[in-house]
């Protein structure tokens, strides 16, 4: 079945130590790829997306992530956590065959920054 | 500009009864999503409206069912609750333009409980 994985789904990190959480699709063809967070008692928020050139997509709060069409993933990365990065994230894809555009989303990854 | 409003917040039924949950896009968007996420999954999607007409559907029985009306608001209705339907159901609002989605805007969710 087709899907979105994300393979870690609690990290624990210190303040300052490096993020990269896993993301990996199974949807041939072209896709739309998007990062939300949830940050404690707050709504699904965009972190950022992929629709089409540069790779290497920056979005908010110093997040960054990389389209990499061969190996279908979609990494998210930050070269330096805070606390207030603790939240669950989310990966999710759109496949342009889609009817409608829905997310599929991947099961979360719960992040912990420690100060 | 507001946000996507979604009532009632919190909503316990018991097992054969429908639910009613309600969803006010945000301003200027014209598409309504609704997704299912169950405690410690990600969002999974049900269905989208778009111009009062159904634009998609995920994997969910004909008790699932919906409706959007001119102003671009939308209801989720349940029919005959099980026990597994107990999650938060969130509502995401978006603009279609020239055949395609854009971001989605999600709101703060339904949660609801099946007795």
């Known amino acids: 079945a087709q899907s979105v994985s994300q393979h870690n789904h609690h990290v624990i990190l210190s303040e300052a130590a490096s993020l990269e959480l896993g993301c990996n699709y199974s949807y041939g063809g072209t896709v739309n790829l998007f990062w939300y967070v949830q940050y404690p008692g707050q709504h699904l928020q965009l972190l950022l997306k992929?629709?089409?050139?540069?790779?290497l997509v920056k979005g908010i709060k110093g997040f960054e992530a990389e389209f990499i069409k061969s190996k279908f993933s979609f990494n998210l990365r930050k070269p330096s956590v805070q606390w207030s990065d603790t939240a669950e994230y989310f990966c999710?894809?759109?496949?342009?065959?889609?009817?409608?555009?829905?997310?599929?989303f991947g099961k979360g990854t719960s992040l912990l920054v420690t100060p | 500009e507001t946000g996507v409003t979604q009532s009632p917040t919190h909503l316990i039924k018991t097992r054969g009864q429908q639910v009613t949950l309600r969803c006010s896009s945000q301003s200027g968007h014209n598409t309504v999503s609704w997704y299912q996420q169950a405690l410690g999954q990600g969002p999974q999607f049900i269905f989208q409206?778009?111009?009062?007409?159904?634009?998609g559907r995920g994997n969910f029985p004909p008790r699932f069912s919906g409706l959007q009306f001119p102003n671009y608001s939308s209801e989720l209705n349940v029919n005959a609750l099980e026990l597994d339907d107990s999650a938060l159901y969130l509502c995401?609002?978006?603009?279609?333009?020239?055949?395609?989605?854009?971001?989605?805007?999600f709101g703060p969710g339904t949660r609801l409980t099946v007795l």
């Open positions: 409206y778009y111009r009062e007409e159904e634009n």
């Open positions: 995401a609002s978006s603009l279609w333009t020239s055949g395609r989605g854009d971001e989605q805007f």
């Open positions: 999710a894809v759109v496949p342009n065959s889609n009817s409608g555009y829905a997310l599929n």
């Open positions: 992929y629709f089409s050139g540069d790779p």
